[in-house]
């Protein structure tokens, strides 16, 4: 079975913060995503990873960077807080097949 | 605009009877399609897909229908149960370019099973 972790279910931050969420998959996948998921948007692409060290932007990226130094791992980085980035973030891993396997998800509030 | 569209956000049905789950899409390059679970404060969970090539692919309790010259999908779940009580995301993907890598979502149904 896939298995992709993310390193905190809840997380309260204060705006001006710096936020790193993180992200690990087990089963060697090439890629690797994160969204936000709010409530009527549904799930919105931040970026992705195809390879180690590479990176596209999704649909939202403003006010977001990542990380992709490992192939099991990628970081979603919030430079500087704000209440406007208080959602759900999620972040999934693809191999060869169509399916995407998503982590358990972190709720981020951003007060 | 929005590639994938799920016209209903809520759906209540009572338990043992049929819920079917529609979506839309608009971009004719799209050709796998996904359905996708998700439970409060938990990540989606893939439930079924149904590539272009086929019209009908079924899993126990579910099956979902492709109407290609509609570009229509439909997800039927048979019989419901309450367990089923969930948000349920339709995506779909191109095999082409970074078409290949990315799923587009539709905003998701809720749906809710009466006991």
């Known amino acids: 079975d896939v298995k992709v972790t993310q390193s905190s279910r809840y997380l309260v931050k204060r705006t001006g913060e710096k936020v790193f969420l993180e992200c690990v998959q087990d089963?060697?996948?090439?890629?690797m995503f994160w969204y936000r998921q709010d409530p009527g948007l549904g799930l919105r692409l931040i970026y992705f990873?195809?390879?180690?060290?590479?990176?596209e932007k999704g649909d939202i990226p403003e006010g977001y960077s990542v990380s992709r130094e490992k192939k099991e791992r990628f970081s979603l980085i919030l430079e500087s807080a704000s209440t406007n980035q208080t959602s759900m973030y999620l972040c999934?891993?693809?191999?060869?097949?169509?399916?995407?396997?998503f982590g358990p998800g972190t709720r981020l509030t951003v007060t | 605009d929005q590639q994938v569209k799920q016209n209903s956000p809520s759906l209540s049905v009572q338990e043992g009877r049929i819920s079917i789950l529609n979506c839309d899409y608009t971009n004719s390059m799209f050709d796998y399609f996904l359905w996708y679970k998700k439970y409060p404060a938990e990540g989606p969970t893939f439930l079924i897909s149904i590539s272009s090539i086929k019209d009908k692919n079924e899993d126990g309790r579910f099956t979902v229908f492709l109407n290609k010259s509609a570009k229509h999908l439909s997800l039927h779940i048979v019989p419901s149960q309450p367990g089923d009580s969930a948000v349920y995301f339709c995506?779909?993907?191109?095999?082409f370019g970074a078409g290949s890598y990315q799923l587009t979502f539709g905003k998701g149904t809720k749906l809710s099973v009466i006991p």
């Open positions: 089963m060697d996948h090439e890629n």
């Open positions: 999934a891993s693809k191999g060869d097949r169509y399916e995407q396997y």
């Open positions: 990873s195809y390879d180690v060290k590479m990176k």
């Open positions: 995506a779909a993907s191109g095999s």
